[in-house]
């Protein structure tokens, strides 16, 4: 069971990422996927979340409006766009699946992608 995450990267702030990540060594298509991160100094937080057929998605707070989040269950894959990124964004974004959850709030992920480094400078 591996996820990998890609599409990190330096920007200023106002520009835009899409972060992707693919799920292989099992099925994903039934289960939520989603985002996590982690800004230096500072515990992991949820970012964002999609159910197992892409009708519901879910996001934190500080991210709403700017994040989209989205899944294609015929690649395994599953996308984080964002736009307007602000400096409070840099952190190591994190893919992960959480196997329990029926809808797309995730809060304890069973796997875990390795991570991929968001830097916005302002």
């Known amino acids: 069971v591996q996820l990998q995450a890609s599409g990190g990267g330096a920007v200023q702030a106002g520009g835009s990422l899409r972060l992707s990540c693919t799920a292989s060594g099992r099925a994903f298509s039934r289960y939520a996927m989603g985002w996590f991160r982690q800004a230096p100094g500072k515990e992991r937080q949820f970012v964002a979340g999609v159910n197992w057929n892409n009708s519901t998605t879910y996001y934190a707070d500080s991210v709403k409006g700017r994040f989209t989040v989205s899944r294609d269950n015929s690649k395994n894959m599953v996308y984080l766009q964002m736009n307007n990124l602000k400096s409070e964004d840099t952190a190591v974004y994190f893919c992960?699946?959480?196997?329990?959850?029926?809808?797309?709030?995730?809060?304890?992920?069973?796997?875990w992608g390795q991570g991929t480094l968001v830097t916005v400078s302002s």
């Open positions: 992960v699946v959480e196997v329990g959850e029926k809808g797309s709030r995730i809060s304890r992920p069973d796997y």
